[in-house]
C-alpha cells in the first residue's frame, strides 16, 4: 500500500455571509473576494505542505485542476507540478489530472507533462479527468462533447508520447497535420495513467482494458468497495487479476492521538469542504449532456453539497501503526488500495 | 374553435424519425417549437389551425418524441434536416413560424433557402448574438426562477400539484434530454450564429417580428434587431406579455400572427 498527499489548495477566506449571500463557490463567486496577498502567501503554504509531504516519506504528493472557484486555485496543475519538480526528490509528482475534457489543445498537455517527465527524473504520473460541470461554463466548452473530447484527446495525448515518428491527427474535435512532440517523455513507454471514477462502468473497463489507474473520488467507502469491485470484475471479464497498486482510494484522513481529538480538530475542516468549499448549484453540477439522461435522473444532485455523516460522526477505526485513523480534513487524501 | 384535435406522425428520415403534430386545412404553416413546448399542442395552435390553416408543428432533433439524429449538431445542420422534413412532407413552399429557439432555425432556414419560404413569422427568436443584450443563461437558471423569468405574470400553481412532492423521473430524464439537445446545438456560440445577422438581408419571404413586451430571456432588442435587418420587415409587440409568449397570451400572439398571415396568401408574389 502506498500513501499520497492530494492537496486541494482551496482559498478558505470566505465571508461571514457567505451561506446566505453565495449559492457557490464556483463560477459566478465573485473574484472580488480574491484577495492577491493572502492567495500568494497560501500558494507559498500550499507547496511548502507538499513538498514536506515528500520530506515525511508520503510515496506521492498530489495536485489537480480546477476553474474560477474558491474550493481549488490550481487552474494549471502542471505549473504546481513543475515547481514541485526542483524542491522534491524522492515523492511520485501526481498530477490528477489534467482536465483534458476542457483543454482546447491536448497536444499542449502532451507537451507539458513530457516536460515535467524530465524536469523530474521520471517521476510523474499522469491522470486524466473530464472537468466538472461548472467548468464546461466557466470555458464555454460543450458538455455534450465531453466524453468524446476526453477520449479524443487522450487517444491523441498517448499516441503523441509513444508514436516513434511524426504524424498528423484528423479527430472529431482536433485536428493536427504534425504531431512530433520535443521532449518526448523520459518514463517507456509514457508517464504512468490516472483515472478518476465515479462508479461509471463504461470508466471501469476503459481503465482495465489499459491497465490504468483506477481512482475513487470521494463517496462512502461501501459505495467505492462496489466501484473497485467493478474495476476488479473488467480486469477479470479481459482475462486478468487487477494490480492492487493500480487501485486508488481517495479519501480525507485526519490523524490523531484519540477519536475524540480526531473528530474535534477535523470537523471544521471537512464541514468547511462539505458545505463551503463545494457549495454548488444543480445546474453547475450536471451541465447539459455531461451525463446520459438517465444517469443524470438517478443522481439527482440537491445543488449544495450533501452532509457526510460517515466522515463527521463515523466510528474510528484502528490505523496503521496503532494509531487512529478517522475521516476527515480537505487536504490530505490516501492513495490505497485493497 | 381553439379545441382542435391534431393527429400525430412520425415521418421517416435517413437519420431517423420525426415526430409531428398536424391539424387544420387551408395553407401549410411549419411551426418551429421553443426549447419548451415540443409535442405540445396548446391552444395557440388551435387557433391558428381552426383559422384556414393546415399547422404542421415537429419535433427538433432530441426533442419531443422525435429521435436524436446525433450527426446533427449545429443550426446549420437543422437547416437541411427541416429542408429534407418539408422534402418529405411534399410542402414546398410553406409559412414558417418559429418561436425562440425555434424561431432562430426559422430565420436561418429563410437565410439558406429564400425560395422555400412563402412566409416568415419570428417570435421573440434567438439567433442573434448581440453582446450588449445578452440572453439570459437559462442552463444555470435555477428552477425556482424559471416562471418568474418566462412569465409577465406568473400563472398561479397548479391546484393539483403537491409542493415538496419528488419530482416525476420520466419527466426529469426527458426535461434533461432536451436540455441535451438544446446545448449541442446552443452552447457555444450561445444561442447565436455570429454570421447570421449579416445574412439576414438575403431573406425574401414577406416576414413579421414579434417581441413579448416584458422578455426576461430574449432581450427585445433582439426581435427589434432582427426586424431591422430583414428586408421590409414588419414588427409588432404583445404587451404585458413574457417570453412564454402565446403560453401566457395565446389569443393575442394568435391574433397577430393569424392576421399577418392572412394577408400574404401563399399564392401572391412575394411580399
Known sequence: MKFSFFHL???????DDF???????????????????????LYARYLDELEYADQLGFDGIAVNEHHQSAYGLMPSPNLMAAALTRRTSRARIMVLGNAIGIRGNPLRVAEEIAMLDLMSGGRVDSGFVRGIGWEYFGHSINPTKSRSRFNEAHDLILKAWTSPELFAWYGENYEYRYVNIWPRPVQMPHPPIFIPGAGSTETMKFCAERRYTYMSVYAPTRIVRRWFDGYRQAAADLGYVADPEKIAFSVPIYVADTDEQAHAEGRPAVEWLYHKGLRQTAAMVTPPGYNVAGVAARRPCRGNARVRPELVRGPARPGAGGRRVTGLRGQAAGRALR | MADVVPTEEFIALAGGRVHLLRAGTGEPVLFLHAAGGAAEWLPFHGLLASSGFEVIAPDHPGFGKSDEFPEAEAVDDLVFHYLDVLDALGIDRPHVVGASFGGWIAAELAVYAPHRIGSLTLLSAAGLRLPEHPVTDRFLLPPAKVVTTLFHTPPPASPTATPGAPPDLDAVIAAYREATALARFCWVPFMSDPKLERRLGRITAPTLVVAPSDDRLIPVEHARRYAARIPEASYAEVADCGHAMYV????????????????RPLSGAGR
Not at chain 1, 451561506?19 to 502567501?41: H, I, K, Q, R, V
Not at chain 2, 401566457?248 to 394577408?263: D, I, R
Open chain 1, 9 to 15: 489548495m482551496p482559498y478558505p477566506y470566505l465571508p
Open chain 2, 248 to 263: 401566457e397570451k395565446p389569443v393575442e400572439f394568435a391574433s397577430v400572427v393569424t392576421g399577418f398571415l392572412g394577408a
Open chain 1, 19 to 41: 451561506d446566505t449571500a453565495y449559492e457557490s463557490t464556483s463560477l459566478t463567486y465573485p473574484n472580488a473576494n480574491f484577495d492577491p496577498a493572502l492567495g500568494a502567501s
